[in-house]
């Protein structure tokens, strides 16, 4: 048996508190323990993008995260983003523009561009390239993703 | 009196209608996919090239506990898979190459299953092994299969004219070697799969396949089920370009864990699995001789080529067929010669890969192209429009070009660009000083665009049904692996029907409840099950229509659907709301519903034995500009532009299509530039995003796409296909881009800066 922790989190705005293994990613955590498979596995090393979370409003690779370490912080996943009544700004923008084809890449490159439009009021399509070299997209091109967060980022 | 417009969806860029779920993480993927009684399979592959396995003990794997079953090859039926017979799903006495699959173990969890497959032990006796075509033709080299001892699973030879005569007829003869390398697919998804059992036997399996009809036949002797009680269900797919389009070994173990565990069986790979053990874009090495006229008339070619197979033969192993269209058909060709050999190796064996060996061909047929061009002193426009075909033609391989716009791809993307004006201030360019050089080049591209009659039948089925309020259900063959093909068909259903497109539904997930469709390969999906989804709307139309006419006193022909109402054509007057009447035509004495049915078969022929028949029903063409920057010092290149000019017969949807060039550049650009799976002697160096590199955001270039609208007469609604297209003839463009920069032509991928700078340093003008 792996020595666990009791861990206490504010995930997607709820209050969770649960025990889990010392060496569990946050990855599996979310994926496997509390089944919010929005947040893909593309490469388990960080490499990707496809996992990408965020943490206190910081985007993260999940899989290079310790579950432990999200204990006290607040996580949103793809899940966090979207009600019943709706897609977030950024959601939206993302199916209108067809920056979205096979669709894994698409909740961590959504949690990216999320979290680069809290950062920046301003980006310039280069801005928006780089913030989003992390996030490995195998269909697109890329294009109609970027146009997606500018856009965003234009209507605010 | 409410008056409706005549709208349309066609050419408008209706949103991707599986966006939402996939956007709010809801869309399920394999991988996400959790049953009751689950369980973990993981693989046990070679740790030799080629060595005979003398023994696999696998009794401490099977006494851990947590562990539920353990097998090899002795488990199994034995029967092999592929499209050359010749792979068994577990290997029982021989290992070929590392990816091959010696034992699998079906545990509670991943990590028990992987504790478990560090505890079998097997004894292996070393063979020679070989790493290449050349040497694996050699009389002593190592005999891979023993039913091919000459290590050659296939060859094929097409011919056309005399190349004799096509000799005697030339001013200027060009020969040129080009060498292709090792790439892969990297879908962001990786691969897997569930497999289930129920108590009747009946078999599930929640596959990524991209032809789930064809599947259930292949997989069906493999894992000794019959066909009719295998049951596919698709969930979303994390990218496909072709790895789907085979059945790998994963799949048949996954059953047979499942079969013999009796519970489901859950099997997918980690990334570094999936850059060892999925599928590869062959290598090849291409020789194409041609000739020419002063005039600049291409005389004839003569085509050599050489597949590196791998260890195991997958339907990639027939990309010849579409290699061999490049060089007859690209261009006008009185004489034509093709000879290829796919030959054994250890190496990971290869697969289909977007484009289908036209990346291969193309980059070979449209470097040399600016070569025989440069020969007669006529530029690289000029030359390619000289000996383009028209609409009307038939080309002496066969093929019937019904729709063809590729002048007009030349002519735009030429214009759009600036290409000869640039061409010609670049060449000038290399004579100043300072590092940088900008170059800008073109190349064309010529792929099926309307199926390919490979299997014995190339159709989709539609079946399409109505409720009570006017959605539309369509259930449809055609496959969804992220290229919009469901979008694209509602809005064939939609437009008929003169609906807005949130009242149609595609159901293509299912082979229980969706007809048979050949699958998502050769571009074929907007047109085939497109077709098909139109013909089956047209159906439903006339029913409506007669209806209509019937209860309102009208003649049929006097009225249109708009909308959700049924209207007078000409003023566009509302007679009826269109779920009013579908309720009436239900509840009438003589009740009714709305339902039909339609399997397409698009009009196109096998090809004959020597590889000569219209294969298509119509035929994509396309040209790319690439204007890039290379340092001389580094020999790092920057593409700046890409210009796109596509002949796509119409545009159903312009996001769609747009999405596919855009798409299909990054893969041309990475398969250019930076993308190499390293094997060396048989052993991928590379298997993970950190040393194999896919193209990143900041890389993308300015694109510029144009649409050339040929109107195909058998397209639906005049469309073609373009889902490979776009990556097709970036290797070229670029390669003659460096050659406009630099003055040097390049022969080798990946044109990466160590390669670059090499060649910029060899004193030889050309080789």
Known sequence: ?156 | MTVIEKTSLIGKGVPKLDAPKKVSGEARYVQDIELPGMLHGKILRSERVHARILSIDTSAAKNLPGVHAVITAADTPGVPLGHGQDNPPLKGDRVRSMRDEVAAVAAETEAIAEEALALIRVEYEDLPAVFSPAAALLDDAPILHQKHPDNIPFTYEYGHGDVALGERESDVIIEDTFELHFVTHCCLGVSGVVARFDPEGNLTVYSQTQMPFLYKKEIAPVVGVAPEKIRVLQPAIGGGFGSKLDIYPFEPIAIFLARKTGRPVKLVFTREEEFIASPTRQPVVLTLRSGVKRDGTLTFRDARTLHDNGAYTSWGATTPFVIMQTISSLYRLPHCRYRTTVVYTNNPYSGSFRGFGNLQATFAVESHMDKLAEAVGMDPLAFRLRNAQKTGETTLQGMVFRSCGFSECLTTAAESSEFLEKRALYERYRKQSGPIRRGIGIASLLHVGGGAKIYRSDGCGTILKMDDYGHVTVLTGASEIGQGSETVIAQFVAEELGLPISWVSVVNDDSEITPWDVGVHASRTTFVAGNSAQRAARKAREKILRAAAENLGARAEELDLRRGHVVRAESGESLVELPRLLRSLHFAEKSDLVMTTEYYEPPSVAQDREFKGDVSASYAFGTHVVELEVDTETGVIRILEVTAAHDVGRVINALGIEGQIEGGVAMGMGYTLSEHLLVEKGVVQNPSFRDYKIVTAPEMPEVKMHFIESHDPEGPSGAKGVGEAPAICIPAAIANALANATGKRFYELPLTPEKVLRRLKDSRADR
Do not use: H
């Open chain 1, 1 to 156: 048996m792996s020595l666990e922790q009791k861990i206490e989190l504010v995930l997607n705005g709820r209050k969770t508190t649960l025990s889990i293994p010392v060496e569990m990613s946050a990855l599996t955590l979310l994926r496997d323990v509390l089944e919010l498979t929005g947040t893909k596995r593309g490469c388990d090393e960080g490499e990707c993008g496809a996992c990408t979370i965020l943490v206190d409003g910081v985007s993260m690779n999940a899989c290079l995260l310790f579950a432990v370490d999200c204990d006290g912080r607040a996580v949103t996943t793809i899940e966090g983003l979207s009600t019943v009544d709706g897609l977030s700004p950024l959601q939206r923008l993302f199916v209108e523009k067809w920056a979205v084809q096979c669709g894994f890449c698409t909740p961590g490159m959504i949690l990216q561009g999320t979290y680069l439009l809290s950062r920046n009021k301003d980006m310039s399509v280069t801005d928006i390239e780089r913030g989003i070299e992390g996030n490995l997209c195998r269909c697109t091109g890329y294009k109609k993703i970027v146009e997606a967060i500018r856009e965003a980022a234009e209507e605010r």
